[in-house]
DNA sequence: CGAACAATTGATCCTCATCAAACCTTGTGG
DNA sequence: CCACAAGGTTTGATGAGGATCAATTGTTCG
């Protein structure tokens, strides 16, 4: 209740919400801080809860058997995670969710927003059209794992990156921040590999890397790269 | 019209319908005939339809830019296809839809289905359930081609095909009807390896490979590989 | 200053894609 | 009913693309 209920607009599922429908959600919401490294939720759990990021940042990961784990997304403010639970009742969570910074989230009951979509058409829509979005985006990304060389998943999985997180510098490019480890996970590759393109790409002015941090000089040759279009 | 309005209750988004909103859908229903190899949609045309396909086979599948395709799923009777489009108006398809064998479905403009939504609830709850189930299938398969070898995902992929499609054989096996290419976009490798894959395996008696058909011996020793717990 | 963590770089190896050629199966038409 | 065409499958040979391993070099922070 310390969230002003107006600032839930944002999301973009809340975004048609009346005001009274705000406030529902805020009254019914509490308030959950989470270190660096520490999770939200696992894979498997029974998806009692949904969030909504109100600072930080995390990630949603799949693990396979051997522990060995993927990146499906990455989650800023005022994005929701953990809703493909309040679709079914006893649903389990399909992903991981970690802290990759303090960060707090509001946790509202899954079952609560199963009920309001029962009398709420636009929440329903509102959530499917997020849904077709996180389908058509694992849809992409799935064929590019398939078909794409790495260094086209480097420059794609960048390029994401910047405009979800970029921020403009007074020197004309963009600022990242993220170790490589991360964008590895996020492209289907190692760390070793990002580290060798990143120095390529550095060598001819693309971009400078530097600990958890990558300056994109040319944002315009990464397009390139990323469809193919370059040598 | 030509179809009975109660066989479309088969359909897992109007299992819960009544039997009056089955009828309103089945008159808003045209019949498409399409030919093997023919195309209901392209990715990027303008979703006017949403589809439920009544006989025959049809593959959803992704391009890139050269042309490289991505087998996305299999459609068998009584799935719903290109559904996605009816969630936001002026949507584009994400991807093409092309028969497999002659096929015959119901299109059913995108429109309608969003009306019928508006009020009705356990229309959308069902729409949202068949979309989590894709989100989570589309995760998983992410996961297992970015961190599993070919054989398993192979193996992965027959397991998927034995419980969509396989029918049992009287001599304790369970049969299966696809091209080994085929199988090969739906495992992301080729033709090729998948070939080699099933030579092996039919040397240790796992499988019976023929033209366009594999028959599983052992659905056990399958299951083993997929989940890395052989040798 | 030192410990912990991130990035770099070289060397090696392995999995699979690719290419080529032959082989098999099925259906068709003379 | 046989011969041939078309499409599916098999198998070998080759090589490229990255993963993996190992060792070193930054960088940051307590």
Redesign the pocket.
């Known amino acids: 209740m310390s969230i002003d209920s107006q600032q839930l607009r944002r999301v973009s599922v809340f975004q048609n919400a009346t005001d009274d429908d705000l406030k529902l959600f805020s009254k019914n919401s509490i308030e959950r801080s989470i270190e660096e490294g520490e999770f939200f939720f696992f894979q498997g759990d029974p998806a009692v809860y949904f969030y909504v990021l109100i600072s930080g940042r995390a990630k949603l990961m799949q693990m396979n058997p051997a522990g060995?784990q993927v990146n499906l997304r990455t989650i800023t403010e005022w994005q929701m995670f953990g809703a493909l639970g309040a679709v079914r009742d006893n649903a389990t969570y399909p992903a991981t969710a970690q802290a990759m910074e303090h960060s707090t989230a509001l946790a509202i009951k899954s079952d609560f927003l199963r009920e309001m979509m029962q009398t709420r058409p636009y929440l329903s829509m509102d959530l499917m059209k997020l849904m077709t979005t996180y389908i058509q985006e694992m849809q992409e990304r799935y064929r590019e794992l398939a078909t794409?060389?790495?260094?086209?998943?480097i420059a794609h999985s960048l390029l994401r990156l910047v405009s979800q997180m970029g921020t403009k510098t007074p020197g004309g490019g963009i600022e990242l921040t993220?170790?490589?480890?991360?964008?590895?996970e996020m492209?289907?590759?190692?760390?070793?590999?990002?580290?060798?393109v990143?120095?390529e790409w550095?060598k001819n002015g693309l971009v400078e890397?530097?600990?958890?941090?990558?300056l994109v000089r040319k944002p315009h040759e990464l397009v390139k790269i990323s469809e193919g279009l370059d040598r």
């Not at 794409?148 to 998943?153: I, M, Q, T, Y």
């Open positions: 060995q794409e060389k790495v260094e086209r998943r993220f170790t490589q480890q991360e964008l590895a492209s289907g590759t190692t760390l070793y590999t990002v580290s060798r990143l120095s550095e890397a530097g600990r958890e941090r990558v």
